[in-house]
């Protein structure tokens, strides 16, 4: 699509009737372009994309296929990773729990140590789960007192 769009504009700029008669790979100043062409080639894109261009862009990419891409790039920038999204996450959730009363932010420490128990032992329910599973209740008040 925007190959096409590229490619549509370049042709009306340099007044061809026909755009698939531009070529992808060719330059564009092997097809006649100057300076003032190159200028009305940025606008004609900058307000179809609604991008800000720098007035070279002819010539810092010089091709229909290079612009492409470029406005590819551009438009659609990669996605972020996994490990940035949960970064972002935790940062959204940090700044939450900085705003909310100390009862709250307590008793969310407590959900997150939790599933942090449960993370380090793998997932299976390890962790206090695997050791009061069998354990008596004194056993279990000993666990409560040492946590405390």
Do not use: C, K
């Not at 100057?34 to 307000?47: I, K, P, Q, Y």
């Not at 959900?111 to 695997?130: C, D, I, N, Y």
Request: hydrophobic share 45%.
């Amino acid at each position: 699509m925007l190959t096409g769009l590229v490619r549509g504009h370049v042709a009306a700029v340099l007044a061809h009737a026909d755009p698939g008669g531009v070529s992808l790979d060719r330059s564009f100043s092997e097809l006649g372009f100057d300076s003032l062409t190159a200028v009305e080639l940025r606008n004609r894109l900058g307000t179809a994309t609604g991008m800000t261009l720098p007035a070279t862009i002819a010539f810092d990419h010089p091709t229909v296929a290079a612009l492409a891409d470029f406005l590819y790039t551009a438009l659609a920038p990669t996605p972020p990773s996994a490990d940035e999204l949960l970064e972002a996450d935790l940062d959204r959730l940090t700044g939450q729990l900085e705003s909310v009363d100390e009862d709250t932010r307590g008793r969310f420490l407590g959900l997150l140590r939790g599933r942090l128990a449960r993370w380090e032992s793998g997932g299976t329910g390890g962790g206090v789960a695997a050791l009061v599973a069998d354990a008596s209740d004194e056993e279990i008040f000993a666990l409560i007192d040492d946590e405390l």
